[in-house]
């Protein structure tokens, strides 16, 4: 584990990048985890896929699955990877402070 200043905040994360303890993720936290994965700015249809995972994470207990998101959101498989160009789900995940999906190698 490492701490980071994201933010203006200092944020433990674990060797990949994910947000250790999942309450201290804010939007500009987001912001500042995307920035750094080559993703800025952040646009409503990132926001559409963050938020959802958030939502879902909530309600199911584990970042949602891609499949989950398309068939959830407006947004398509096609469109999610070229929001999240590096890997939509772990990325997405991390930008949302969640954990790893499942599944993401």
Known sequence: ??????????????????????DQWTPEI???IARRSGIEPLTDR???VIDFCRKDAADQG?????RRITKN???STKEIYQLFPKG???LA????????PKGCI
């Open 1 to 22: 584990m490492t701490t980071e200043l994201l933010a203006g905040l200092n944020i433990e994360l674990d060797a990949e990048g994910f947000l250790v303890n999942a």
């Open 30 to 32: 987001a912001e500042e």
């Open 46 to 48: 990132h926001w559409t």
């Open 62 to 66: 584990t970042p949602p699955t891609i």
């Open 73 to 75: 959101t407006d947004v």
């Open 88 to 90: 939509p789900g772990i």
């Open 93 to 100: 995940s991390r930008i949302a402070g969640l954990t790893k």
